[in-house]
């Protein structure tokens, strides 16, 4: 059984940074695809950041600069750093991980709120 879980969230200040880190069971992330989204109250759920088998990554238009997706494939965990953070980055966040995208796994979401 596929699990993947969440942690890292919580209440930051603008401007400040958090990571996230998504720990998978019964699925190795350096054979899969795993990748970032994030769900604001009243909005649809958004792409945030993508890693592949390989390690290339993919960072959404708006994190771009200041968000950065990682693997550490020993503890099969893969974390997403978030740096400057806005209000509007407020959202549950949710890990997302497969064979195929968006992957067949979703974590539990965490919640992400960043306070001016």
């Known amino acids: 059984q596929v699990q993947l879980v969440e942690s890292g969230g919580g209440l930051v200040q603008v401007g400040g940074s958090l990571r996230l880190s998504c720990a998978a069971s019964?699925?190795?992330?350096?054979?899969?695809?795993a990748s970032w989204y994030r769900q604001a109250p009243g909005k649809q759920r958004e792409l945030v950041a993508i890693?592949?088998?390989?390690?290339?990554?993919f960072l959404a238009d708006s994190v771009k600069d200041r968000f950065t997706i990682s693997r550490d494939n020993a503890k099969n965990t893969v974390h997403l750093q978030m740096t400057s953070l806005k209000p509007q980055d407020t959202a549950v966040y949710y890990c997302?991980?497969?064979?195929?995208?968006?992957?067949?796994?979703w974590g539990q979401g965490t919640q992400v709120t960043v306070s001016s």
């Open positions: 997302n991980a497969g064979n195929q995208f968006p992957g067949q796994y």
């Open positions: 019964g699925i190795t992330f350096s054979s899969n695809t």
């Open positions: 890693i592949n088998s390989p390690g290339s990554t």
